[in-house]
């Protein structure tokens, strides 16, 4: 296989995105997703990029108004980036993976949370198969300030984005009746 590494920014949703329970009960209705291709030359097996994926996590956390981070990784949690970081670094390059959720929190509050949607070694439609995804769910629209830190990050680590998707504002599988609340919710 002889093939360019393809790394996507989608702003939104589209019709085969899973929409996060925690996300949408938290009313964090805005989504802004790094997908990294799973490709590296270098490789045989499914490489998570964690390098490029630590410079855009801490570029991106630059944006967000929290006081707390909670990172689960299976039975694991770290209460910082380096935490995750570190344990990251301990263990083997095929073994590592991008954590399952990050929760972002404010006097208590959750204000963002990322899921990883792991579409690796199952196909998928474009941009998302053969990545891993990590989304992020916020209450206002992020977007320009996540493309922006992600931008940095990726010049930082000497590659590109090889495109920023807008997909729909609102996720397209949830209710009609749901998706005007939390379009009125969002001007208040």
């Known amino acids: 296989m002889n093939r360019d590494i393809s790394n996507y920014i989608v702003n939104g949703y589209h019709a085969n995105t899973p929409v996060s329970e925690k996300a949408n009960n938290a009313?964090?209705?805005?989504?802004?997703?790094?997908?990294?291709?799973?490709?590296?030359?270098?490789?045989?097996?499914?490489?998570?990029?964690?390098?490029?994926?630590l410079v855009c996590l801490n570029k991106i956390v630059q944006k967000i108004d929290y006081d707390t981070i909670k990172i689960f990784l299976?039975?694991?949690?770290?209460?910082?980036i380096e935490e995750f970081e570190n344990f990251l670094h301990s263990i083997s390059k095929e073994n590592r993976q991008p954590p399952d959720t990050i929760q972002f929190e404010k006097d208590e509050e959750l204000v963002c949370i990322a899921e990883t949607e792991l579409w690796v070694l199952c196909g998928g439609e474009f941009?998302?198969?053969?990545?891993?995804?990590?989304?992020?769910?916020?209450?206002?629209?992020?977007?320009?300030?996540m493309i922006n830190a992600c931008q940095v990050a990726f010049e930082t680590e000497g590659t590109k984005i090889q495109d920023i998707i807008q997909a729909s504002l609102v996720p397209i599988n949830i209710t009609f009746w749901k998706s005007i609340r939390n379009t009125i919710r969002s001007f208040f």
């Open 127 to 145: 941009p998302y198969s053969d990545s891993y995804t990590v989304s992020f769910y916020t209450k206002e629209d992020m977007s320009e300030q």
């Open 74 to 80: 299976d039975d694991k949690s770290f209460r910082s």
């Open 27 to 53: 009313e964090l209705i805005y989504r802004f997703a790094l997908i990294l291709d799973s490709y590296h030359p270098n490789y045989d097996f499914m490489n998570f990029q964690d390098a490029l994926f």
